[in-house]
């Protein structure tokens, strides 16, 4: 199906300032386009259905089809779907619901986001509409789309349990069997390690692949009321005895070796986590039942031989839960736009009805390796080519006593933002398991604050003319100054980009204030700073005096030099990011074991990985300065130093430093500032990790805002930014006498 690119403002004022320093930053979040006002329904296109979804797997493929046969059979009321990666949806998804310009289909997990969007009145209730589709649909895995006995969201892809795959050539290669239960989970470790093969394969710079382990060891040990507790709210629910041991299991793993080298800086989103399996690399991987079709199709040979297989989270001795229970997604779902029109609102309707899980749509699923929550499926699994896999994941489902949606989803945004950033660090061995348990207490005791506070059930919503200058004043005033205003406004407000903001005054400050995470990014950002003044000042100064020379070859290396410029900041992230892959890396690669380091997965090294790439990005700019700069000095002065016997370096120091002393104040300027603004490449090359070690402010910004959606709270740390970019900038100016910036040329 052909893919539309769309573009929209967000609407409100609150959304746009929300996102004008971000976009500052190079991160803004923008929603797709969608024609139409918002009072009729952001989605509007005429006729046109929209839908946005997350790549990868079958599902991917089934989505799309399924909205072909739509479309062939009704021409004028077509479809039409974006497609994103698994993280940029969870960001970009949000922002567009609460600004008004969700898609016609919303996708997700359903949880704790979908009682949002309910609360907030953001979907519709599709109970009369979806009767058919019901009926097809296994109830355990229906009833995650309910909330008070109504239908909200209607599943519609493969049921996701997480499941233990191995690779049965690296059992037998150490003569081992797949463990059944921890302790000969843990007994396997140290064979494998003396085979050189990491037990274990995780992604953790997606952080989320970490809650397998939790939710399954908490589950084993405390059964699922553990977490039931924390879903009520309940006051210290997080102090269970069993998140605890969860935990400990959890770092004895990561001090036993049990993950591979490198694992903080695995994504997911990359598939890299599986390649390590179907490589040989690794020799287990903790995944949900989704990436098998990923694997089936990049490694068919290993499927097809059995040498890719599954099974079911071992069990933990004296645990209190079921080994039947499995975590995971019971299912994708689809929910329908409240703001949709009438009419589109029925074509979704319809097509939900009418294709989902019909008999094309299951069959579909099934031949791609996906394992549909479709009842008296059994004969068919059978007679699959993939039989043993879908029949081992439909009676995971089938069977299970309990079925836990994955935590990220289950919990509300903020609460599951603060989850994974703590279990993080419990994985990197960064925090205890008593200091995760605290910390998740605080989150969930502040979310319980919130419900019970005032106005809560609310938060629903001398030189050239004056007239050269209007068209800058105008430009800045709309783009700069209304954006700061309201970004000034959302601070003083309660706002989780759902519901409309609520003034609570001075509460966010020193809630924001008094967090180790802001004083943690207020830190790392001043390194970053002072760094990238010390690093890329005297390389600009030395390769821009250098490129100002007449040569020939100082014009080539001068175009080279240029060649960083060109490149964008995310596509810089990914090269180097690639790069440095401790496991398919340069240094992999060319086997040299320098460069085979888990550079952006140690906490120690990953900042000044950053801080390198950064450099590299835009020393090139600050070259080109100094190059005009040392090109405008006259060249009588030169003439006349040599003449008075001063060599090379006492030119260097008392002629060229001198003439391009505002040069110098400008370019640091930019740095100073500059620095205080890196956002994309960051981003795009850590997210923030590995645990808070890149989480710089502008990144803390951003994560706060459109991870946790506490708006109000990214809101206070904007105007923090901008009071320490405006003080930085100032006091640059003031102390070096910028200010008064007077020609340096004679007569001038």
Request: aromatic share 10%; proline share 5%; net charge negative.
């Amino acid at each position: 199906m052909r893919l539309k690119t769309r573009n929209k403002l967000m609407a409100g004022l609150g959304a746009l300032a929300a996102a004008g320093l971000l976009a500052g930053c190079g991160g803004g979040v923008q929603p797709g386009d969608q024609s139409g006002s918002s009072s009729e329904g952001a989605s509007s296109n005429g006729g046109e259905v929209t839908a946005w979804a997350v790549t990868g797997g079958v599902h991917e493929q089934l989505w799309n089809a399924s909205f072909d046969w739509w479309n062939e059979e009704h021409p004028d009321e077509q479809f039409s779907v974006e497609m994103f990666a698994n993280d940029a949806f969870k960001e970009k998804i949000r922002t567009a619901v609460g600004a008004g310009n969700a898609p016609t289909l919303i996708w997700g997990w359903a949880g704790g986001t979908l009682k949002e969007y309910v609360d907030n009145d953001k979907v519709v209730d599709i109970t009369e509409g979806t009767k058919d589709v019901l009926e097809r649909v296994i109830p355990s895995v229906a009833d995650v789309g309910r909330i008070d006995d109504k239908v909200y969201a209607i599943p519609n892809a493969q049921s996701q349990p997480v499941i233990l795959y191995y690779n049965q050539d690296l059992f037998d290669q150490v003569g081992l069997s797949v463990p059944t239960t921890w302790d000969e989970l843990m007994d396997s470790i140290p064979v494998f390690k003396d085979a050189g093969i990491a037990p274990l394969s995780v992604a953790g710079q997606s952080k989320w692949p970490y809650l397998m382990y939790i939710q399954y060891l908490s589950d084993r040990i405390g059964g699922p009321e553990a977490f039931d507790a924390v879903l009520n709210g309940e006051e210290d629910a997080w102090s269970n005895p069993a998140f605890a041991e969860a935990l400990t299991k959890i770092q004895d793993l990561v001090r036993e070796g049990a993950f591979i080298d490198g694992y903080g800086s695995i994504a997911a989103d990359a598939n890299a986590d599986q390649a390590l399996l179907y490589t040989g690399r690794a020799a287990m991987l903790l995944q949900g039942s989704w990436v098998y079709s990923s694997m089936k199709a990049d490694a068919p040979e290993m499927i097809e031989s059995g040498a890719i297989g599954g099974t079911t989270f071992p069990s933990v001795e004296g645990g209190l839960g079921d080994p039947l229970n499995i975590v995971g997604n019971p299912s994708n779902y689809w929910s329908v736009s409240s703001t949709a029109t009438a009419e589109q609102q029925k074509i979704a309707t319809e097509y939900l009805n009418d294709i989902v899980f019909d008999e094309q749509y299951t069959d579909f699923l099934l031949e791609g390796g996906g394992v549909p929550p479709v009842l008296g499926l059994e004969d068919k699994l059978a007679e699959s080519d993939d039989a043993d896999f879908l029949t081992l994941a439909y009676s995971m489902v089938r069977d299970a006593p309990h079925f836990q949606l994955s935590w990220d989803q289950a919990l509300p945004s903020e609460q599951a933002q603060e989850l994974l950033t703590n279990l993080e660090k419990v994985f990197m061995l960064q925090s205890t398991p008593e200091e995760f348990v605290d910390a998740m207490n605080a989150t969930l005791k502040s979310a319980i604050s919130k419900i019970a506070a005032p106005g809560a059930a609310d938060r629903r919503r001398t030189g050239p003319g004056f007239w050269l200058a209007v068209p800058a004043i105008v430009f800045f005033g709309v783009f700069a100054l209304i954006p700061l205003v309201g970004v000034v406004f959302l601070s003083f407000t309660a706002w989780d980009g759902l519901s409309s903001p609520t003034f609570v005054g001075l509460e966010n400050w020193p809630r924001i204030l008094s967090q180790p995470l802001t004083h943690n990014a207020i830190w790392l950002s001043v390194k970053v700073v002072i760094a990238s003044l010390l690093i890329q000042a005297p390389i600009s100064l030395l390769l821009g005096v250098f490129m100002a020379g007449k040569q020939k070859y100082r014009a080539v290396l001068s175009v080279l030099f240029f060649l960083p410029l060109l490149f964008s900041s995310a596509a810089v992230a990914i090269a180097f990011k690639s790069l440095l892959d401790p496991n398919f890396g340069i240094g992999s690669a060319l086997n040299l074991p320098f460069l085979n380091q888990d550079w952006l997965g140690d906490p120690n090294l990953a900042l000044w990985v950053a801080l390198f790439v950064i450099a590299w990005s835009f020393i090139p700019f600050h070259s080109l300065l100094y190059q005009a700069g040392a090109r405008q000095i006259p060249i009588q002065l030169y003439e006349a130093a040599r003449i008075d016997g001063a060599n090379g370096w006492q030119q260097f120091w008392h002629i060229t430093i001198p003439q391009l002393r505002y040069t110098i104040i400008t370019s640091s300027t930019l740095i100073l500032v500059g620095a205080l603004t890196y956002f994309d490449l960051i981003f795009v090359l850590t997210q923030g990790g590995p645990g808070n070690a890149t989480r710089i402010l502008p990144l803390d910004m951003y994560l706060t805002g459109f991870r946790s959606f506490d708006m109000g709270g990214a809101s206070v740390i904007g105007v923090i930014l901008v009071v320490i970019g405006l003080a930085m900038s100032l006091g640059l100016n003031r102390a070096t006498g910028a200010h008064r910036m007077e020609s340096q040329m004679e007569g001038q």
